[in-house]
């Protein structure tokens, strides 16, 4: 599936989706080997300024997630929701379409070193606030409008592996909402040109 050109705007920065290519050709795995010094430069911080908490999900989620755990869901659907954020009216939400939920189930058939990767970098975009942008409440605690502000400044760090998981990260996102019929409107595709179940001239039963 290919991933619409659309441009999503966080804070004052407009992001591109990244080429429709698979997670893994989009970070390479000898750059994150420093996103792996940066999940525990953020780990540290989260407890030196007192970001521990607890994550919370309502039992029907929490019992169908896959490949994620309850801290990464929570992560990941707030991200979404800011990545995703509608630009005009009708959009449908990220929480609407299952864009994390998703993500979940998408990462089951990945490798586990994806699936490692992709934890990692949720608990850098978590934690990694006041390293970021000098505060101390950790990104899902954070103001919508901060919340954009602090991506912004994660999508353009001065370390390329965080550049490119941040990116990976939002074209997962993308992924998993125009994955859905109801998000092809927003632009202008009216669907495929042949019905459901037809292959080469014969119709599927």
Known sequence: MSIPNRVVKIGSAKWR??????YTSAVTRRRFVLLVLAGTLAGGGAILSGQLGTYRL???TRRRLRALTTKQ???LEVLARRVLAADRPGAPSPDQLGVAAWIDEWLLDA????????GRMLELVEHATPLVAWRRRRFTDLE???QDAYLAGLAQSRIAAVREGMAALKTLCMMGYYRDPR?????????PTVPRGWAGGEEIH
């Open 17 to 22: 989706p990244a080429a429709p290519t698979s």
């Open 58 to 60: 309502d039992e029907e």
């Open 73 to 75: 869901f929570v992560v």
């Open 111 to 118: 490798d586990p070193a994806t699936r490692k990767d992709v």
């Open 144 to 146: 919508p409008a901060a």
């Open 183 to 191: 998000s092809w409107a927003i632009v202008g595709y009216d669907g």
